[in-house]
């Protein structure tokens, strides 16, 4: 691609929404180094601030540079801001010769041209889950590789079950379900718990719902979408979920289910370690369809991709940084700091293997799909927000849930 047209896309797309990134959790510069595969400095940019330069993942980083005989800078920012950041970096030729991004971010750079594609770099993304490899992909092609996977599915608190007389094994469709809901209720303790806040992690929450009705994300008023967000506002009416949900951010959602008060909570693979503080025995149920099944689930994590460089040289080196740091062993160690369930099978087994606690959510993660699947690429947020705001409308009361969302479909085109 010749630079006046890259560039010219690279504006276009500074405008479009980053924002859709969601809870998947330095200052330096890009790559200034103009030396082919054959030595010198690679940079690395990740969205791991937490990590410092005494962790094992900044330690992993340097090893996977020694690997290929290379030395490395790393830089940490904040996912929020890695996006425009990189967009910034792009325009000026700068950009980093590893990128390791935010699932749903991947589209908007493929489309503005900042990453290579998987024919040009030489990746092999033949092991990979084929729905976690979709969030990648756009236009036919494949623009990295995912470093690991979390999703949502439901936590619930097995006393409380107990006490209402609920079989967890009952639970497999939205009937049996709010069934549950309402022994919960009547037996004095509350139902479900999730976030429905105005923005993308409401609509993230919302997604498992409205994809288990077997609704499109180009069709926000269809039947199906109106069954989903029908589900939510009967629970809300009928007291099974509280209005808090819609202010409610995946962390204070959380912090009501630990209260132990909760049946049940929508939430991530993150909250893991939580869970096992929480003081009560829980358990974790995939997110059932409307009519039985698993949901498919939004995935979260990032993924690891190599940029534009005007020296075409560099990529058999930053292929290599990438290999190394999405081989088997090292995944595994990876996604076990990061609570993320790997995007390679075998890896999955071996996870599984070491931690039974995971098994529901390599089930969670084998259903889910990405946001910006389908090729929906830069649409996905303008989708979003208009999903979000549907949403709440409906459990506000201000306007009904077929109302909502065919203003919500309106809006998106």
């Known amino acids: 691609m010749n630079s006046t047209s890259r560039r010219r896309r690279l504006t276009a ?3 479009t929404a980053l924002a859709v990134a969601v809870s998947a959790c330095s200052t330096g510069s890009g790559s200034t180094d103009t030396k082919g595969a054959g030595g010198g400095t690679y940079t690395i940019w990740d969205p791991y601030p937490q990590f410092d330069k005494g962790s094992d993942w900044a330690k992993l980083l340097d090893q996977c540079g020694t690997k290929a ?44 041209g900042v990453l290579t594609t998987t024919d040009d770099n030489k990746l092999d993304t033949s092991k990979v889950d084929p729905n976690l490899l979709a969030a990648g992909q756009s236009g036919g092609k494949i623009y990295g590789t995912p470093i690991g996977a979390n999703t949502l599915a439901l936590y619930y608190n097995k006393e409380v ?17 709010t069934a549950a809901l309402a022994k919960v209720k009547k037996a004095g303790k509350k139902g479900i ?19 288990g009705s077997g609704a499109k994300l180009t069709e926000l008023d269809s039947a199906q979408a109106v069954s989903a967000l029908s589900l939510w506002k009967d629970w809300l009416k009928s007291g099974y ?61 990032e993924f690891v991709t190599v940029p534009v460089q005007k020296d075409t040289g560099r990529y058999a080196t930053a292929q290599k940084l990438v290999t190394c ?36 959510w390599v089930d969670a993660v084998k259903a889910a799909k990405g946001r910006t699947s389908d090729d929906l690429g830069t649409k996905y947020p303008k989708i979003s927000e208009q999903m979000w705001k549907a949403v709440q409308s409906a459990l506000s009361g201000s306007k009904s849930p077929k109302d909502a969302l065919s203003e919500a479909q309106s809006a998106a085109k």
């Not at 806040?197 to 929450?205: A, K, L, V």
């Not at 160690?333 to 039974?356: F, H, I, M, R, W």
């Open 161 to 177: 079950l107990q006490k209402a007389g609920v079989d967890i094994a009952s639970v497999k469709d939205w009937t049996s379900l």
């Open 193 to 211: 718990t999730f976030s429905a806040i105005g923005t993308e992690e409401g609509s993230f929450q919302f997604l498992p719902w409205f994809w």
């Open 325 to 360: 740091l999405t081989s088997g062993d090292n995944l595994y160690n990876t996604d076990t700091t990061l609570s993320y369930v790997a995007p390679d099978g075998e890896v999955q087994d071996k996870q599984v293997a070491a931690n039974a606690d995971l098994k529901p």
């Open 241 to 301: 979920a509280p209005n808090s949900v819609l202010n409610n951010t995946q962390t204070t959602s959380w912090q009501e289910f630990a209260g132990g008060d909760y049946a049940f909570a929508e939430n991530g693979t993150w909250q893991l370690a939580n869970a096992k503080k929480a003081g009560f025995d829980y358990g974790v149920l995939p997110i059932p369809a409307d009519t039985g099944g698993n949901a498919a689930a939004p995935t979260g994590g």
């Open 69 to 112: 005989k290379v030395k490395v800078k790393r830089t940490a920012f904040d996912t929020s801001d890695l996006g425009n950041k990189t967009l910034l970096a792009a325009q000026q030729g700068n950009s980093p010769d590893v990128l390791i991004v935010d699932n749903p971010v991947v589209s908007t750079l493929a489309e503005a």
């Open 13 to 15: 797309a500074t405008v």
